[in-house]
């Protein structure tokens, strides 16, 4: 397979390599370098400065709540959305009524569960984010209103409006989106893992929380490290921005109480004309990403299972 | 998984002790099921019904006057208002939004799709200098944040003349699926036998032709799902746009969707905005509905591999 081989290869790779390469690299290399500017973004003239715009991060209030938030995000999400996911997957899975020789079964209407599951999955983030944020409205919002119809009038939180509440607000949006995704997942990891493995544990005598740490969780431990990865990329990247930009009022919220890293590199960049000092706030957002990635590959390592 | 297909003839020959204790444990075994149920049942219920709550209040009051949004929430409207359907269609620009949708879509996909199975061929089958680097070099786009890149970006696409345009958006749609497409699509070629392939080679078909006629065709299954995987992406894509298409003209739905909401709010029109909204919402969910299992297994196979 030699013949023309090479003039193939440049032929195929042009065109991907040059859009890519122009659109997704070329900015990501520049975005560095800019960090190093005191470039506004708004004339093409910037000189050197240096690590200046990196020590005006250490004085920054504002980047600092910032941080605070997204890796908050970045170590709870990713644990009560898996930890859930799992909870209703090994219940469809295992928490149904005994059938004829089956040691464990599935609840009936499983496939129904996971179909509904799932929608949240299909939506745009944006259209999430502006559907809560009518849910949350303090005056005529659903759920204000439903408390007020089961007689809990007194509660009438001002949900999004209150600093104490509004990143918890943002934070239950953002599990409400991700949970069902995982319980389909994990749900066909469970699938797969041969029943006898359970029968045998409960002839045993353990009983189903013994095979669910025993058995289930080790073997399903590959696909819950790169669902914790994907939770922990999505919590720090462009699902938290258009949560926290469409649901919250203001500059991130009542008193920056929701503001996270990417809103504030988009706002740095295009609201306040601070090109170079946005990069170097992303370059922040590229250390906690890769210094996350990193914890998970490292506490996630473990002995791997074949079966 | 062999172990599961093989076994049921060999075990009950084999093991029939366990038979006969099973009956023993039964009674208290079943005890604990039917608790075990109910439970179970209990919790799915409660989470089903706080997926799809949010989901059919909005269709529900996309259907009511403004006074009704406001005075009860909760009730069913009175009659159907459809106005608020055409209203949001026509006056509120939603047709504009989904055609513009529409085409940067429809464009984006198939040239995420073209050439990321092209770059994924080549990198899969073919051994030349800078292979694995060029491989690394686009599944490396996986992980990074796209916010960062953004800033420089959107300055690029100024100097192209690219900023606000249809097809610089839909460039840069291509350009941030293809680490996935391409990491998904050579792993999958891999998997395809080289025999058929070479034949055609043999046969006298160029390279070309080849990739075409033969291996995109046995492709089929890896690339509906990774189609699957970038339509919902890009359908749903919300921070580019936002950054790099500014033109009203040009806006796409969920952008349109968000202006909506700050411009209604204004406005007052409650209504036309949740009718937007659930148009929104309708297609994609009734494309779902319809093709629940290619699209679970498409994005199902993103997140494993």
Not at chain 2, 22 to 47: D, M, Q, Y
Request: charged share 10%; hydrophobic share 50%; with cysteine.
């Amino acid at each position: 397979m030699q013949h023309g081989k090479y003039r193939f290869i440049v032929g195929f790779l042009t065109a991907p390599l040059a859009i890519y390469g122009l659109f997704v690299i070329w900015p990501f290399i520049q975005s560095i370098y800019y960090s190093f500017t005191d470039w506004s973004g708004l004339s093409p003239e910037f000189k050197m400065v240096g690590f200046k715009n990196y020590t005006r991060l250490l004085d920054d209030e504002v980047f600092w709540k910032s941080l605070q938030h997204s890796v908050m995000l970045v170590v709870l999400l990713p644990l009560v959305t898996l930890t859930m996911a799992l909870f209703f997957a090994f219940m469809l899975n295992v928490g149904g009524r005994r059938r004829k020789n089956a040691a464990i079964a599935g609840v009936r209407g499983s496939a129904f569960y996971k179909v509904v599951y799932f929608f949240p999955q299909v939506l745009s983030i944006a259209i999430v984010a502006l559907l809560f944020q009518f849910a949350y409205n303090p005056n005529s919002g659903a759920i204000n209103s439903f408390l007020k119809a089961i007689g809990l009038e007194s509660v009438q939180p001002d949900w999004l409006g209150d600093p104490d509440l509004a990143l918890w607000c943002i934070f239950a949006v953002l599990v409400w989106c991700t949970v069902g995704f995982f319980v389909v997942l994990f749900s066909a990891g469970m699938a797969s893992i041969p029943k006898d493995y359970y029968e045998a544990a409960l002839l045993d005598g353990a009983n189903r929380i013994t095979t669910f740490f025993r058995i289930t969780l080790p073997l399903l431990w590959d696909t819950v490290q790169s669902g914790w990865a994907y939770v922990g990329i999505l919590a720090l990247g462009a699902e938290s921005f258009a949560v926290v930009q469409i649901m919250t009022v203001g500059p991130g919220g009542p008193d920056y109480s929701t503001t996270v890293l990417p809103l504030y590199v988009y706002q740095k960049a295009f609201r306040d004309g601070q090109a170079a000092y946005a990069t170097t706030i992303g370059v922040a957002l590229l250390f906690v990403t890769l210094l996350f990635v990193a914890v998970v590959m490292k506490l996630g390592r473990r002995e791997r299972l074949e079966y | 998984m062999k172990t599961t297909d093989t076994p049921p003839a060999d075990t009950t020959g084999e093991r029939p002790p366990v038979a006969k204790t099973a009956p023993a444990a039964a009674p208290k075994e079943k005890a604990t099921g039917r608790t075990l149920n109910v439970f179970s049942h209990g919790f799915l219920i409660l989470w089903a019904f706080m997926v799809a709550m949010p989901l059919l209040w909005a269709v529900m009051t996309s259907f009511k006057t403004d006074k009704e949004i406001f005075s009860s929430p909760w009730a069913l409207p009175d009659s159907l208002h459809f106005d608020n359907w055409s209203r949001a269609w026509t006056e509120a620009n939603m047709s504009d939004y989904f055609l513009n949708t529409i085409i940067v879509v429809g464009f984006s996909l198939l040239g995420t799709m073209l050439l990321g199975s092209m770059a994924a061929y080549v990198l899969a089958r073919f051994e030349f200098p800078g292979n694995r680097f060029i491989y690394f070099l686009f599944i490396g786009g996986m992980s990074f944040p796209i916010i960062l890149a953004l800033v420089p970006l959107f300055y690029v696409m100024q100097n192209l003349s690219l900023l606000n345009t249809l097809p610089g958006l839909i460039l840069v749609y291509i350009g941030y699926s293809l680490p996935f497409t391409v990491f998904f699509m050579t792993s999958f070629f891999r998997t395809l036998p080289t025999s058929v392939a070479e034949a055609a080679f043999v046969d006298g078909a160029s390279h070309t032709r080849t990739f075409f006629q033969v291996m995109l065709p046995m492709a089929k299954p890896g690339l509906i799902s990774i189609t699957i995987f970038n339509f919902l992406g890009q359908w749903n894509q919300y921070l580019l746009p936002t950054v790099l298409n500014t033109e009203p003209e040009n806006k796409v739905l969920t952008q349109g969707l968000v202006q909506l909401a700050v411009s209604q709010g204004y406005k007052g029109d409650w209504s036309g905005l949740f009718a937007g909204l659930v148009m929104a919402m309708l297609p994609v969910l009734a494309a779902y509905i319809v093709f629940q299992r290619q699209v679970v297994q498409g994005l199902t196979a993103g997140a494993l591999k």
